[in-house]
């Protein structure tokens, strides 16, 4: 099998119900749509914590987080900034393992797994680096209510500005954050353009939608659903230009695009959903971790196919390596398997995967296997409840004692 040039896209708190794929009715998704119309759709694919910075090492490496050390933050469940922790130099990351096989690797936007210049992503197998090393809420927030004087609304103003990397370096404070998404797709795009020889990994970690929210302005007139549909309608696009870019050089049949997202909406009336799932981001609940996955390569996938197999973004690290004839450290437990049967195949068997571990943190709080899901622990309290999420994916019907 020729090997595929191979752009993964991540969104930041996509909740499971927010594309028109996924049910929306209220934000607008044609590209993604159609995406999923001319690939592979995901209902049960998940992130392996239901925050921010675990789930994003979890992606870069293939382990559950508490492997990697990535299940706490000296007390902190994701990393803050300045913190002198991050994702070890020495972890194998699917970035410097495609590296090593030849690929030209990138990453664009958001990476939150260690701020300090030896965790940065140029240390992990990237070759260049453009974006924010955190979430944009950890910044200053210029956009506070100035009529707001409490403690915790001059404390976000008074923070440290946000600073814009290049590489290892801080190239602009405070960046417009509204025009953010479009200085990405710039990116993105000349990524693309450089490198049509090939092969190549783009890796498009957005800001949105993470909030506080920084709708583009474009968008906002149009959107049924506020800022927030804003937000969704600019992934949207962004998702355009690239899939646009890669057919006016030649690339489109010859590249995998992964779309996904980091954990499930925070709800908060915000405008976020996570459809009929139960819970939102930092649960356990499936609304946390169950999240939207849409997968297309015209000359290997088939085309509107919908994939109800137990998949991760841990899968990701040994399927794009054996797609990339990569080779992986022997030396390294890898909690990811290779899926690449149900991306290929017309009528893959059963997926490689029967089993999913739901982390808080460093603890244990669920576990699924195959269409059983065990709850064991909440809040640190222990719980007793079963759910057969084929008839009930909102876990609303308790089966523990039946």
Known sequence: MDRPNIVLINCDDLGYGDLGSYGSTINKTPVLDRMAEEGVRFTDFYVASPVCSPSRGALMTGCYPPRIGFGSFDGSRVLFPGQGIGLNPDETTIAGVLKDAGYATKIVGKWHCGDQKEFLPTRHGFDSYFGLPFSNDMGRQVDSNPSDHTENAEARRNRPPLPLLRDEEVIQEQPDLRALTERYVDEAVRFIRDNTSGPFFLYFAHMYVHLPLYAPVGFVDESENGDYGACVAGIDWATG????????????????????????SRLDNQGGSNGALRGKKGTTWEGGQRVPCIMRWPSKMPAGVVRNHLTTTMDLFPTLASLAGAQIRSDRTIDGMDISSLMIEDNPSAS???????????????????????HVRKGGHDIHELYDLESDIGESVNLFDS
């Open 352 to 374: 490689p995967r029967d089993e999913f571990i739901y982390y808080d943190e460093n603890d244990i709080e669920a576990v699924r296997d195959r269409k059983w899901k065990l």
């Open 241 to 264: 230009v690239v899939l646009t870019e890669l057919k006016r050089q030649g690339l489109d049949n010859d590249t995998l695009v992964i779309f996904t997202s980091d954990n499930g």
